[in-house]
T-cell receptor, first 116, second 112 residues
């Protein structure tokens, strides 16, 4: 899986949009960009993923650049409960006989702190 | 709530002992993954099972083993425990397509 680079920490004011960047310059054509977050020792929570098109769900939006070498996770209206470590993970999804895929490789992520 | 359950929530034991952690995947998910999160190593993938068979191995020690049962629940067995095995252990599950993994709340293991 391609390596990702994220800033170690970021601050954002409550109610504002939080924009978390991720660089993945060695991404391959069959690799997806995944975002997870972990709120203080809880289990990592899936947020969103995408291949090349921008994606949006009830939690966030994912913007992937045209060359796919970087992406931005956007939390549109950050709340105090969004304070967490956010992980950007690049991985290929492959189907072998019977399906399934191997484990995720977590880096250090970005510690997002929402300020009241 | 991800739908993945793990028991126990906390476990305190002594060095040299053996423990078993249990995970029930989301309904319909065939793949189970185990991860370890310690303060100095971060989140690390240990092992994956798919429909009862071992699929992939990560940084799992020889003292650790896992299995997945016919009802798809999984157990992670940790033996000859050392102080350094103190960590959070997470289980995740995914469907047949194998893309998105959903994590359980974890088991906090303390080895004294």
């Amino acid at each position: 899986d391609a390596k990702t680079t994220q800033p170690p920490s970021m601050d954002c004011a409550e109610g504002r949009a939080a924009n978390l960047p991720c660089n993945h310059s060695t991404i391959s054509g069959n690799e997806y960009v995944y975002w997870y977050r972990q709120i203080h020792s809880q289990g990592p929570q899936y947020i969103i993923h995408g291949l090349k098109n921008n994606e949006t769900n009830e939690m966030a939006s994912l913007i992937i650049t045209e060359d796919r070498k970087s992406s931005t996770l956007i939390l549109p209206h950050a709340t105090l409960r969004d304070t967490a470590v956010y992980y950007c993970i690049v991985r290929a999804i492959f189907m072998y006989s019977g399906g399934g895929a191997d484990g995720l490789t977590f880096g250090k992520g970005t510690h997002l702190i929402i300020q009241p | 709530d991800s739908g993945v359950t793990q028991t126990p929530k906390h476990l305190i034991t002594a060095t040299g002992q053996r423990v078993t952690l249990r995970c029930s995947p989301r309904s319909g998910d065939l793949s189970v993954y185990w991860y370890q999160q310690s303060l100095d190593q971060g989140l690390q993938f240990l092992i994956q099972y798919y429909n009862g068979e071992e699929r992939a191995k990560g940084n799992i020690l020889e003292r650790f083993s896992a299995q997945q049962f016919p009802d798809l629940h999984s157990e992670l067995n940790l033996s000859s425990l050392e102080l350094g095995d103190s960590a959070l252990y997470f289980c995740a599950s995914s469907g047949a397509r194998g893309d998105t993994q959903y994590f359980g709340p974890g088991t906090r293991l303390t080895v004294l």
